[in-house]
């Protein structure tokens, strides 16, 4: 049985979807993002609040918001820093929901995970629902396969999800730990369902791990039987889930091309969750902390085409002002959820937290955090 996706249209502001990472409502007022004094009002709330708050900024936040975060980091990291602060009541998570999500299970049951709009959620943990997850598997154990398929999910996708795959003997994996993770999984078993991003999937079974692309399958949940032959499935080294990024998927190989005419000796530097051919053509591939650190270490004139959100290339662009920075591709916008996270949202929530009234907490049910625990603790633990 096939379910179809079910994703309401939701106008921002005007109704609730709690089930869904995106298009969800802001309760309370906001201050107009024209108010002049919405950094000023950040910083008084911050130091109200003291050791109370612990802000967690994601890498692809705007620079008003990453100016008040305590810690930066690519999701990998910002799991780690959450779980090492069980002293802060409050983690204010400015990121997107997965990753909030992450925050609460990681962290004690009396601190509370704040995601400053509830409308940041990420169309890649969209694209796969339990339901959708339940029915490949249900499809695997008819096959007679799903005792040798080892389920990994990476960090993006709801805490659903990574319960599902820790009830199953899975793990979760970022982009800066993905190899490390299949490594792993394929020690448990011979297969494995890799969950929702065919192309971090993808690029790590074949860059990294010597396997083919003909070793990889893309599962459809929207086809009965994925769309794949029982051979296919059958054989498959990676079952890989047809989900994408919305901002990495854009970039293309005639950008790549492109700059490669126009700049010579530039270094094409992009995200995994980039499409095959793109990372395939790159000069080096790697999570957001990678990106930031390739950069930290690049000789001085030396020229950098990188594909990742916008923010974050802007922002590199103009720490290395010695260094030639671009962004690869023309056509490619931030990512819009991401960017839901403003100040305006910011100051909200802090200016609510030193009020005593605790907005838009994230809370993931026992039951869930327990075996998402287990898959997100199996990925803390990897060699
Ligand atoms: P990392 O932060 O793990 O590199 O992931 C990038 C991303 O798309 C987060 O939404
Ligand atoms: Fe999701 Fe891509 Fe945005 Fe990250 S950049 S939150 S994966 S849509």
Redesign the pocket.
Known sequence: MTTQIDLPLLFLGQGTDPASERGVDCPGDLPAASDPDLVARAKAAKEALGGKVFVLG???QRDEVIQFADVTG???KLAKDAAARPDAPYIVFCG?HFMAESADILTGADQKVILPDLAAG?SMADMATFNQVEDCWDTLEDLGIADRVVPVTY??SSADIKAFVGRRGGVVC???NAKRALDWAFEQGEQVLFLPDQHLGRNTAVLEMGYGLEDCVVYNPNRPNGGLTDDQLKNAKMILWKGH?SV?GRFSIDAVNEVRERVPGVNVLV?P?CRNEVVTAADHVG???YIIKKLDAAEPGSSWAIGT?LNLVQRLKNAHPDKNVMFLEKTVCF?ST?NRIDLPHLVWTLESLVRGEVPNQIVVDEDTAHYARVALDQMLALP
Do not use: G
């Open positions: 994601h890498h692809y690519d999701s990998f997107v990420c960090m993006n970022t982009s800066s990024c990495h995200h969750e999570s957001t902390e959100e990512c991401m």
